[in-house]
C-alpha cells in the first residue's frame, strides 16, 4: 500500500505529491512482484516532500550564477507486514543541475524526472535490498 506523500516543503508545484507517488507506484509496479493494494498489503510506504529548492551554485566573474541547482528531499516511512521487525524512517535527497541561463520552465519536467529516478532506486534499494 502506497499513500500519497504530502507537501511540506514550500515552493513545490502543486501536483508534486501526485507525480511522486506516483513515480514510486511505478518503480515498485515495474521492479517487484508486488501489487498495488488499498488496504492489507506487504508493505506500506507514507511520507512527506520536506524540500523542494532552486539554488545558485557556481559563481563566475561578477558574481552571477553559472550553474542552478534543484534539490528535491522526501522523507519516506516504510513497514513491511511481512516482517514488523522492518521498519525504518528515512529521508532521501537528490539534485539536478542546469545552466542558469536557461530558462527553469523549460527543463523543470526533465530535471523532476532526473531526480525521481535517482531518489526511487535509493528508496526501493533501502526498502527491497532484504527480499
Known sequence: ????????????PPDIDQSFSEAL??????????????????????????EYSIQP?????GEQSELTRL????????VS?????DKWNQ????????????DFSSVQE????EIYEQIMEDIFNKAFNNW
Not at 526533465?110 to 524526472?113: A, P, Q, R
Open 1 to 12: 500500500m502506497l499513500q500519497n506523500f504530502e507537501v511540506q516543503a514550500l515552493n513545490a
Open 25 to 50: 507506484r511505478d518503480k515498485i509496479r515495474t521492479q517487484s512482484r508486488l501489487n498495488q493494494v488499498n488496504a492489507n498489503g506487504d508493505v506500506e510506504f507514507s511520507g512527506a516532500i520536506t
Open 57 to 61: 551554485v557556481a559563481a563566475r566573474e
Open 71 to 78: 534539490t528535491i528531499s522526501a522523507k519516506v516511512n516504510y
Open 81 to 85: 507486514w511481512v516482517n514488523e521487525e
Open 91 to 102: 529521508s532521501f535527497s537528490r539534485f539536478a543541475e542546469f545552466d542558469s541561463s536557461t
Open 110 to 113: 526533465s530535471l523532476t524526472e
